[in-house]
Structure formats: C-alpha cells, structure tokens
C-alpha cells in the first residue's frame, strides 16, 4: 500500500487561504484516483473533492468554486488549494488514494481551523 502524508493545516481567519499537500510513498501515476476528505467536529467524514487517473475533477457542493485539487506527478504530490475559507471549512482533512487492486490507503491527516 502507498503511505499518504499530509501537510499543510494551520489556522486561518474567514476568508483566508491555505495549501495542502500530501506526500506519497511512492509513484501515484497507476493510482484509479486521489481524493481530499474532511471530517468536521462531531461529524462523519465526507469526501472534498476527488481527481481520477483519466484527471477529471468533483468536488462536493460546498466547495465548489473555492476548492481546487491537483497533483505533481514528478514529486508524487496530491494538493488542495483552498480559498475564501469559512467556518464551515474547519476539520481534519485526510488524502486518501485508491489503489488498483488493493482499496484504499488513508493518511494521518492534517488539522484546519478557520476562526477570528
């Protein structure tokens, strides 16, 4: 399985921005897709936004036109460029791949708390 590393969380002010980025272990150029998931407090975790092998691009409603998600094939990177950032924003994001053959691997996860 690849090893998913996410950096990136911080806090951050309504309407601010940030960048997450998540380190694979190894090449995520055969992976069937990567995606950005987010678990609110009290809540499930639910997924962000997703880009596929054929690099198609979704994204849940609430980040539609705020959210966009990318990857650097060279440094086996997943990132998430996050702008005008809310409250609602707030949680703990994770980097998930799906592997061929073998499901899904998941990271640790990384923090972000949008509050004045």
């Given amino acids: 399985q690849v090893q998913l590393v996410e950096s990136g969380g911080d806090v951050v002010q309504p309407?601010?921005?940030l960048r997450l980025s998540c380190a694979?272990?190894?090449?995520?150029f055969?992976?069937?897709?990567?995606a950005w998931y987010r678990q609110a407090p009290?809540?499930?975790?639910d997924v962000v936004a997703v880009i596929t092998r054929t690099n198609k691009t979704a994204y849940?409603?609430?980040?539609?036109?705020?959210?966009?998600?990318?990857?650097d094939f060279a440094k086996n990177t997943l990132y998430l460029e996050m702008n005008s950032l809310n409250a609602?924003?707030?949680g703990v994001y994770y980097c998930n791949a799906k592997v061929p053959n073998r499901g899904d691997s998941w990271g640790k996860g990384t923090l972000i708390t949008v509050s004045s």
Avoid: H, Q
């Fill in 60 to 71: 849940a409603d609430s980040v539609k036109g705020r959210f966009t998600i990318s990857r």
């Fill in 42 to 45: 009290g809540k499930e975790r």
């Fill in 24 to 28: 694979a272990s190894g090449s995520i």
């Fill in 15 to 17: 309407g601010g921005s």
């Fill in 88 to 90: 609602e924003d707030t």
């Fill in 30 to 34: 055969s992976l069937n897709a990567m």
